[in-house]
């Protein structure tokens, strides 16, 4: 499975962006995608997941502003973002995991990674 994220780029704070990834191969039985991102000198931090049956979990800072969402016809996985703020600016990385029985933010949990687009918000 291979992974390919687009959609990012330069946005001024309260503006949008979608995000999304692209999966090749196949993603099967109880899949979990997710969103994650990394600023420069921060850890890698989960920002919303979504289990194949519909289950979504999200980070505290974007409730209400970002939404996670996947077409299982295309294999892809998007993420709506609204009301960009400066915190919001990283790298954002799209991840996988064939089996997944719960949903979760966890970065370990995850399997498959793509690259990463920048999100930069002034």
């Known amino acids: 499975v291979q992974l390919v994220e687009s959609g990012g780029g330069s946005v001024q704070a309260g503006g949008s962006l979608r995000l999304s990834c692209g999966a090749s191969?196949?993603?099967?039985?109880?899949?979990?995608m997710a969103w994650f991102r990394q600023a420069p000198g921060k850890e890698r931090e989960g920002v919303a997941a979504?289990?194949?049956?519909?289950?979504?979990t999200y980070l505290d800072s974007v409730k209400g502003r970002f939404t996670i969402s996947v077409d299982n016809a295309d294999k892809t996985l998007y993420l709506q973002m609204n009301d960009l703020k400066l915190e919001d600016t990283a790298m954002y990385y799209c991840?996988?995991?064939?089996?997944?029985?719960?949903?979760?933010?966890?970065?370990?949990?995850?399997?498959?990674w793509g690259h990463g687009t920048q999100v930069t918000v002034s």
């Open positions: 991840a996988a995991v064939r089996a997944c029985p719960t949903v979760s933010l966890q970065p370990d949990m995850y399997y498959y």
């Open positions: 191969g196949s993603i099967y039985g109880d899949a979990c």
């Open positions: 979504i289990a194949r049956g519909g289950s979504t």
